[in-house]
């Protein structure tokens, strides 16, 4: 059986109440104006709204209607909602929520394909209501919706772990070498460029794409940190020269020129042969004098304790570490013996979080396959 998902809960679609009734003082209800207020499961408050004009129930599962669409949260409090979210009452005598919850978030691509919109695409209440729901007698939901939870709550945990163990990582880098903003433990310092050599990437230029000797390569949004997303490369042309040229290595530091500047993951030939786009920055370490694994980790400090706000600047719109700044950056520099103790340390955490990671695989997969066996 198929059920509209306005028969099965009442939908609220959010508005912006004036700007004048926000506040950040907890004057009002808690207001949630988008997508960027959701943490994992609940909200975050951020702002409070004194003069609220659409308003949300606890318990109401909140969805995202434009840029993205489709992400969901639970209202843990009664709240103001603004146009970027919809609010869904769900009956619980025909369909239970977590189940809706389930179903749902195997809408987002559903949801967004009907999106509208130049600038941000979005969808409008109409879109919403007329979305199927499949629904199965209530106890069969309930049953779906505990298997689900079940799958989802293993796949958070394996999360939470690969989280600890950066959180492991990271402490591990402050107990050994300190501030290195601030070199509290007094490290020789170097300008980067007498420690590495860097450059930017080869530039995609259309016009210059024959198709002839196409090679992946890596752009900005598959270097995260301290790890690749490798589903999803694109392919230029690389002639002979570009590939002895832009041509990845073991060891190779990969360092974000833009958006969030020294975002950084090292290369350990995950494929063979890759390249790189201009959006990044290839580094390749003195490695008598610094290691790639400590120099991300020092990227990593650097972007957690604002130490590229200088490079920023206080009312950049877009971040930019370009060559020459990135050429003049003072790194501190431990021995290399603690460095080489630090790495061990990474590479033995590294192995764990590759078992924990495939376990996570696995339980997505799952995941998967049960969505399609219920929902289709």
């Not at 980067?192 to 000797?213: E, P, V």
């Not at 041509?247 to 030939?269: K, T």
């Amino acid at each position: 059986m198929m059920a509209r998902l306005e028969e099965i809960c009442a939908i609220n679609m959010g508005q912006s109440p004036d700007s004048s009734t926000y506040n950040e003082d907890g004057n009002g209800l808690p207001f949630f104006q988008g997508n960027a207020d959701f943490g994992e499961i609940y909200p975050a408050v951020r702002m409070w709204c004194s003069e609220p004009t659409k308003i949300a129930r606890e318990k109401d599962i909140l969805i995202s209607v434009r840029a993205p669409i489709g992400a969901l949260n639970i209202a843990n409090c009664e709240c103001c909602i603004g146009r970027g979210l919809a609010a869904l009452t769900v009956n619980e005598d025909i369909c239970a929520q977590e189940y809706l919850w389930h179903v749902l978030s195997g809408k987002v691509d559903e949801l967004n394909s009907k999106g509208t919109g130049s600038t941000f695409k979005a969808i409008n209440k109409k879109t919403l209501s007329e979305t199927e729901i499949p629904l199965p007698p209530i106890d069969e939901q309930r049953k779906i919706a505990a298997i689900l939870d079940k799958v989802s709550d293993l796949i958070a945990k394996r999360r939470q772990q690969l989280d600890t163990l950066d959180e492991l990582v990271k402490a591990r880098f402050v107990e050994m070498f300190g501030d290195v903003i601030q070199n509290t433990k007094l490290w020789p310092q170097y300008i980067f460029s007498d420690i590495t050599t860097s450059r930017l990437g080869k530039m995609l230029d259309a016009k210059q794409q024959t198709g002839m000797c196409q090679y992946p390569y890596l752009a900005n949004f598959n270097v995260q940190w301290f790890r690749f997303e490798l589903d999803n490369l694109n392919e230029m042309d690389f002639n002979e020269a570009d590939r002895i040229e832009f041509e990845l290595r073991d060891g190779d530091l990969l360092v974000c020129e833009g958006g969030e500047i020294g975002r950084c993951a090292v290369w350990h030939n995950e494929i063979q042969p890759c390249y790189f786009q201009k959006a990044l920055h290839r580094v390749r370490c003195k490695k008598e004098i610094v290691l790639p694994d400590y120099l991300a980790w020092w990227f990593k400090y650097n972007c957690d304790n604002k130490g590229f706000a200088a490079i920023e600047g206080a009312k950049a719109t877009i971040s930019h570490l370009p060559g020459a700044k990135l050429k003049a950056l003072l790194v501190s520099v431990p021995p290399i013996e603690q460095q080489k103790q630090f790495a061990t340390f990474v590479e033995q955490t590294g192995k764990t979080k590759i078992t924990i990671s495939r376990s996570l695989e696995k339980l997505e997969t799952l995941k998967k396959a049960l969505m399609q066996e219920y929902f289709g």
